[in-house]
């Protein structure tokens, strides 16, 4: 069983940054890839970034492309996400999530979830 843990989260402004953490535990965190997924307010929970267990692949959502960015400690058993140019519309629950099948967008192929932190974007 895999345990995950999410941090970072918080306020800030339009244009800001903010980096999340997750770190994992219960695990072979290696064997694993790693994905950040959101739910904003009202709507569906959606795809973030993701990468795979060597940090050799990493995919994102179109929506978050060139302004966020998915690493991976595997000596620290975390995994990050850098998010810089905030915006409003990224206000959500970010989640962390890990699978063992492989580097995927789908939400079912992920197999352990964290808790979520809160991300609010102010105008």
């Known amino acids: 069983q895999v345990q995950l843990v999410e941090s970072g989260g918080g306020l800030v402004q339009a244009g800001g940054s903010l980096r999340l953490s997750c770190e994992a535990s219960?695990?072979?965190?290696?064997?694993?890839?790693m994905a950040w997924f959101r739910r904003a307010p009202g709507k569906e929970r959606e795809f973030v970034a993701a990468?795979?267990?060597?940090?050799?692949?990493?995919v994102y959502a179109d929506s978050v492309k060139g302004r966020f960015t998915i690493t991976r400690d595997n000596a620290k058993n975390t995994v990050y996400l850098q998010m810089n140019s905030l915006k409003p519309e990224d206000t959500a629950v970010y989640y962390c999530?890990?699978?063992?099948?492989?580097?995927?967008?789908?939400?079912?192929?992920?197999?352990?979830w964290g808790q979520g932190t809160q991300v609010t974007v102010s105008s």
């Open positions: 999530a890990a699978s063992r099948v492989g580097l995927f967008t789908a939400q079912s192929l992920y197999n352990y």
């Open positions: 219960g695990g072979t965190f290696s064997s694993y890839a």
């Open positions: 990468i795979n267990g060597r940090a050799a692949g990493t």
